[in-house]
């Protein structure tokens, strides 16, 4: 019972799982948008540094929205108890978003190439 | 046995930063695993998690190392384009993969793959060594927590596993030099 009063609100660890989620997902469509037309005006955009290429920016934008969404979460989390079961089934299922965009057979298939 | 410059920044990479991570995944994510108050004694909890705590943080600041040498330092030598009339592909990966019917594809599936997926890892890991850290000992109570943590870094392991192979593979067929 004292354990349980001492135990630690599951806030900042639903955040730090949700945004690693994010994070991933963001990846993966960021990937994905990019390669569905690799000439468009936002795959250009991801050329932030020219010996890199497309890489550059795709990456840097995953790991930006990653760290901001973390520290967006944990901000307003820190103090709680979230329904972790949930969000952390919508963090793992994320991840797979993050997997599935960077495989490129799949962006071949919605190519149509 | 001499390495250039490129060669050693390659091996840093891959057979460093990226072998740390790959052969220490085991014992971190059993450690995690066995983090079970029916299995410690408080002592030895106290003493797993701490020493869980470090192991985790380093594995995940060698997995982000891996990526930006991997994408920032060799990529760029790897995809850089051959100057016009260059018949010697050798110190032109990307190219001399693509040239050949045999070998594109070691470009365009798995350098793809593993550019791109490599990411992952390190933003999992990091979210695993954080999540840690925060429970403590208090993980050992929380079941679906450590679940989720264990999930995570599986993860991360299979993204970095995806990278490396690939990255093993495409160094035999058109090594950066």
Same mark, same amino acid.
């Not at chain 1, 969404?69 to 079961?85: G, M, P, Q, V, Y």
């Not at chain 2, 299995?39 to 995940?60: D, H």
């Given at each position: 019972?004292? =354990? ?35 000439? $468009?005006?936002?795959?250009? =955009? ?9 890489? $550059?920016?795709? $990456? $840097? ?53 | 046995?001499?390495?250039? +410059?490129?060669?050693?920044?390659? /091996?840093? *990479?891959?057979? !460093?930063?990226?072998?740390?991570? &790959? ?5 971190? &994510?059993? @450690?995690?695993?066995?983090? %079970? ?21 380093? &594995? ?12 920032? +330092? /060799? #990529? ?21 993969? &693509? !040239? ?15 550019? *791109? ?6 933003? @999992?890991?990091? /979210? +695993? @060594?954080?999540? +840690?850290? #925060? ?6 109570? %929380? ?5 989720? /943590? ?7 392991? !299979?993204?970095?596993?995806? @990278? ?7 160094? %035999? ?5």
């Amino acid at each position: 019972m004292a =354990s349980e009063m001492n135990d630690k609100v599951n806030g900042p660890a639903a955040a730090a799982l949700l945004a690693g989620g994010i994070g991933s997902a963001a990846m993966g469509v960021i990937t994905l948008i990019y390669e569905l037309d690799d000439k $468009s005006g936002f795959s250009k =955009s991801m050329t932030w540094y020219k010996p890199v290429g497309g890489l $550059s920016g795709k $990456s $840097s934008w995953a790991i930006i929205i990653f760290f901001v969404s973390w520290a967006i979460l944990h901000f307003i989390w820190k103090d709680r108890n979230t329904n972790f079961a949930h969000i952390s089934s919508l963090a793992i299922a994320l991840l797979f978003v993050g997997l599935i965009g960077t495989f490129p057979p799949f962006w071949h298939l919605l190519k149509g190439s | 046995m001499e390495m250039n +410059v490129r060669e050693i920044w390659t /091996v840093v *990479h891959g057979m !460093v930063f990226g072998l740390i991570f &790959l052969l220490g995944f085991s014992g971190a &994510l059993y @450690a995690v695993y066995s983090l %079970k108050a029916e299995w410690l004694t408080t002592e030895g909890m106290t003493r797993t998690v701490n020493i869980i705590k470090v192991y985790l943080w380093g &594995l995940a600041i060698s997995v982000w190392a891996a990526v930006f040498t991997g994408a920032w +330092v /060799v #990529y760029p030598w790897y995809r850089a384009t051959p100057p016009d009339g260059t018949t010697d592909l050798s110190a032109f990966p990307r190219s001399l993969l &693509l !040239v050949n019917e045999s070998t594109a594809q070691w470009h365009e599936f798995g350098m793809e793959w593993k550019e *791109h997926v490599a990411f992952l890892a390190p933003i @999992a890991a990091t /979210v +695993v @060594a954080f999540v +840690v850290s #925060y429970y403590g000992t208090q993980l050992a109570r %929380k079941i679906g927590e450590r679940r989720a /943590v264990m999930i995570f870094f599986i993860f991360a392991f !299979v993204a970095m596993a995806i @990278a490396g192979m690939f990255g093993a593979f495409i160094t %035999k067929a058109a090594a950066v030099r």
